[in-house]
């Protein structure tokens, strides 16, 4: 499969920040930061207060008490009924809500804006991503390709080159597969790994969602092993280690867990993407959660209520006749919603809390979505007084004699993988940059240890020595570091595990109750993936409106 691709650029749309617009809907993905607010010194380097993105206080996290205890034991009678309502506000229910917006919906988002895992912030001009950064270059002539050209995110995009740029011996290496410090034997293994990721990126690309008939059956076979297993069964053994850790690190940074854990299927379904090229807007992926925004809020004129809804707090999805029953809560106030159609476009880890009798309604779909792992996840944005060096955009950091290959030593580590130029979608602002450093917890605990009272302070702690030696690596003085912002997603990161296709259990997490409760989300496929959110968003959405 090959991709297009097009010349780098700066994207032709800015955010609706002027006085006026789209003065009445609320929950843009992008938060401006006029005021930043007052730091607090953490080990002598400036810190905001308290945790950004999901910053429940560990009593109102969804769903750790029962959300849908009615009063009475049923949810109260419906005061408004729509066509489709969907649950949700990250890229899966944006995209979902774009592609009926000529319908009547009610989109749901529990948080006060839209964006999910794809949130951002806007601080002196640039932006950056409060979670995931880039999607891929797609391919010409693609339902995606489609939708990008009509948000008017591409073609013009900047894009990123598929380089794994790395930190080994405390310099910077362009390219690592170029690296110099590899022995002749492990070159030729380099050569070999380089081989196989053009393979899979030109003659055999793991699709996922998977493609129809025969053409998924390449997919499930590699599906069977671990993308470590696979790689080392192609190789022939064992990767020069520091291969082996800059895919480790891909790994952590990009699912979430380790090359051990991960479906070769997924794996490769990542790596040979990147050699498509990356496209990278400002504000990282808050910009294309803000460009379904636009698109669906500009449509919005003559409508009573508006089909976007922050601060919404969906916590029950019931079959109710020939309809579905919706019902939101604030604080102990209840209020439903009759829909011909709900989609749930939230994770499964939520989901299957909120369908009434999902045991009696579908057993097999409630045991797959307890299959569904997740792992914690912090992303930290470094505001910065000082304008950005593009010496890279995505920078792994792989130095030290040993790095942690499996989960007790991540846990142990506790460590940023990679760091990211959060400018780079856009032109240089002088005088100010953001760096985004990406911090997965691959291990299971991660996330507990996010929840209790004083981790931000704990992982703050934690942070200082490393964000320290990162500005040491890139000539950046501590004292330009304007403010550290740290953004928590407890459990954001669905695990792509070794056999979920093979053994149906995606087919079982993708597939609707009775044709009116849908679901649309990455972990239909296990895949924390932009493509996937959007492409299970159209095809979804297609079945809906066959049935209105």
């Not at 793991?206 to 069977?224: F, M, R, S, Y």
């Not at 997740?374 to 792994?396: C, E, K, Q």
Request: charged share 25%.
């Amino acid at each position: 499969m090959r991709r297009s691709t097009a010349a780098a650029g700066p994207l032709a749309f800015g955010p609706p920040f002027g006085p006026g617009r789209f003065s009445r809907w609320s929950g843009y993905p992008l938060l401006k930061l006029p005021d930043h607010g007052a730091s607090i010194e953490v080990d002598g380097l400036p810190f905001s207060s308290g945790w950004t993105g999901d910053s429940f206080d560990p009593s109102a996290i969804p769903f750790h008490a029962c959300e849908n205890c009615f009063p009475s034991g049923e949810p109260p009678p419906p005061s408004e009924t729509v066509e489709v309502a969907i649950i949700g506000g990250g890229l899966s229910g944006l995209a979902t809500a774009y592609a009926l917006r000529d319908r009547s919906i009610a989109l749901l988002e529990l948080r006060d804006r839209m964006g999910g895992v794809s949130m951002g912030e806007r601080w002196n001009q640039v932006e950056c991503s409060l979670g995931s950064a880039y999607f891929i270059v797609p391919d010409e002539g693609s339902e995606l390709e489609t939708l990008y050209r009509e948000l008017g995110v591409w073609p013009g995009a900047r894009v990123a080159p598929g380089e794994l740029t790395a930190e080994i011996d405390g310099a910077v290496v362009g390219d690592l597969l170029e690296w110099t410090g590899f022995t002749e034997d492990e070159r030729a293994i380099v050569h070999k790994y380089a081989a196989l990721v053009r393979h899979f990126a030109t003659e055999a690309y793991p699709e996922i969602p998977l493609p129809p008939g025969e053409k998924a059956q390449p997919v499930l076979d590699l599906d069977h092993n671990s993308l470590k297993l696979d790689l080392e069964a192609r190789l022939g053994g064992p990767l020069p280690a520091r291969l082996a850790a800059a895919i480790q690190a891909y790994c952590y940074s990009s699912f979430g867990a380790g090359w051990q854990s991960v479906s070769a299927a997924a794996g490769w379904n990542f790596v040979a993407a990147e050699e498509f090229g990356r496209i990278v807007l400002p504000g990282g992926n808050a910009g294309l959660a803000a460009a379904l925004w636009r698109a669906i809020a500009a449509g919005e004129q003559g409508r009573p209520r508006p089909a976007l809804r922050p601060a919404h707090r969906a916590v029950d999805v019931r079959l109710d006749g020939d309809h579905v029953l919706v019902t939101r809560r604030r604080g102990d106030h209840f209020e439903s919603i009759r829909a011909r159609h709900a989609v749930l476009a939230n994770s499964k880890f939520i989901g299957k809390y909120m369908i009434h009798e999902l045991e009696t309604l579908d057993a097999e779909k409630r045991d797959a979505m307890d299959q569904v792992a997740t792992h914690a996840y912090v992303v930290v944005n470094v505001l910065l007084r000082s304008p950005a060096d593009r010496r890279f955009y995505d920078l792994f950091l792989l130095d030290g004699k040993e790095f942690p290959m499996d989960e007790l030593a991540a846990e142990s580590e506790v460590r940023v993988m990679d760091v990211i130029d959060a400018g780079f979608g856009d032109e240089p602002t002088p005088g100010h940059s953001i760096l985004t450093l990406y911090w997965p917890l691959p291990w299971p605990t991660g996330r507990a240890s996010l929840i209790v009272d004083e981790s931000w302070f704990v992982y703050a702690k934690k942070l200082v020595p490393q964000l320290r030696k990162i500005l040491r690596l890139l000539d950046i003085d501590p004292g330009s570091v304007e403010q550290v912002r740290m953004s928590r997603w407890a459990h954001s990161m669905p695990i792509a595990t070794t056999g979920a296709m093979v053994e149906g259990i995606c087919e079982r997490l993708r597939r609707p109750i009775a044709d009116r409760i849908w679901f649309v989300n990455q972990d239909n496929w296990l895949l924390p993936a932009v493509e996937t959110c959007l492409l299970e968003a159209l095809h979804f959405a297609a079945k809906i409106r066959e049935r209105l």
